[in-house]
């Protein structure tokens, strides 16, 4: 079993909306013959998005999940959303990777979103790559984004490969490590070939800036290195590797994921040179107290932990709980012991996800990224362990809502379902809020911007056959005295028995702002009863 923890690559595609991770992702499945046609975001017909209201909108809105073997080794990809409507989604479901794939547009470049997934990468101190995309669109170029890149992150990108040609012409890569060159046709088919003449001056310059930033993330390979000696490709792999690993840089590769360019290769890195759970080492947690620290390694023979990243509302199969492993191992079905809630769990089938498909598996140990459904009491930020060994992990929080729509049933009396309904998308979607206005009385649903409060009405809409209509909300308008004012009060009785007649001044002036309310009793001589007095 731990030979599988070492051969898995939990791997997270991030970036802002439209660089292209789902056309990564696709493609990736597609060379490793996972799946058996290409599809298009454009087409709507991608294994990781296939809700309705993603392909409504030609964009991810929820991560998407899926597998494949390369080189005898399991790549877990996890294709997260690049809309910042969606970003709580995208911190939530990195938590459950090893490292980063950080795909930037060669055309359009960096966006807010890649720098916001960058700085969160950095943050779970998750190894990263870069990979520069549409590098066959017009107006594409390698080298200025390259250049935005090493003026916005840190640690610093370092060229890993070159690009052969330039927009319509581009259909190839030279690998600064081999130095090889390989060229594509147009089934993506690669073959090497020798290096472009006219790029051996800028290969052989980059080549050696490249060993350099290598060697200076080992010690004795920077002394070798200075000294004169020539290195191994060996040497400089080993190296590049444990600076990876270290996160002394981050590999720039280069491609084109729609035109099946390079693609192979960032398949091949991926295994050859990002993290496996082992070599991430131990998660930490702490005792339920939260007062002692608890090291979980990824250990198959360990006491079972995990933690809950993400979960998804079906009608049907009812509240689908998706987990990652840190130590131990699961059975097809058991118990676990959920640390939040302090209550045993019980599954009946261990699940894996790939794409929209959730297939039965027999078990899974240290890395691996599982699903079981219809938990009573676990939600997204659980922690999952053995009841004999209790330990908590430490989730992301969702981002602050920052829009909000007043919400009402279209059909009266139905208001019951629509709370009901919108509670179990709260559970799929932690940065929505359902609140009420205890001034406008008013039920308000809020989150990250207005994209994300319609999806989610037409999601809604689709899973539980409800229909809400969204309003502005109400202005809670508030009073206040602005001025001095006397008013006066008379009150006669003359009809019958004795005559009844009152005469009252009322004073109202304003006081300082946060000095509260002062009543002040101005009557003398018992002019007008006491008893009266507390009605006023």
Known sequence: MSEMVEQLRNIAFVAHGGAGKTSLAEVMLYNAGVINRLGRVEDGNTVMDFEPEELKRSMSLSSGFHQYNWKQQIVSIIDTPGDQNFFSDTRSCMQAADGVVVIIDAVDGLKVQTEMAWDFANELALPCVIFINKLDRERSDFFRTFKDATDTFEPKPIILQLPIGSESEFNGVVDLISMKAYIYDTEGKSKEVDIPSDMQEMVESEREALVENIAEADDELLERYLEGETLSDDDIESALRKGILSRAFAPVLCGSATKNIGINLVSDFIVNCMPSPLDRGP???????????????????????????????????????????VSGSLGSDGTFYNVNKESKERFNQLLMITGKEQKPIKGAGPGAIVAVAKLKDTTTGATLCSESNKVKFKCVEPLPTLIS?????????????????????????TALKLTRNSETKEILLSGRGQVHIEATIEKLKRKFNVEVLLNIPKVPYKETIKKKVRVQGKHKKQSGGHGQFGDCWIQIEPMQRSKGF??????????IPKNYIPAV
């Not at 729509?405 to 979607?429: A, Q, R, Y």
């Not at 002062?518 to 002019?527: C, N, S």
């Open 283 to 325: 998660k930490i947690g702490t005792d339920p107290s939260g007062e002692n620290e608890i090291k979980c390694y990824p250990d198959p023979d360990a006491p079972f932990s995990a933690f809950v990243f993400k979960t998804v509302a079906d009608p049907y199969a009812g509240r689908l709980s998706i987990f990652r492993i």
């Open 405 to 429: 729509f007043s919400i009402e049933s279209k059909s009266k009396g139905n208001e019951d379902k629509v709370f009901i309904s919108l509670s179990k998308l709260l559970e799929e979607d």
């Open 518 to 527: 002062e009543f002040v009793d101005a009557i003398v001589g018992g002019a």
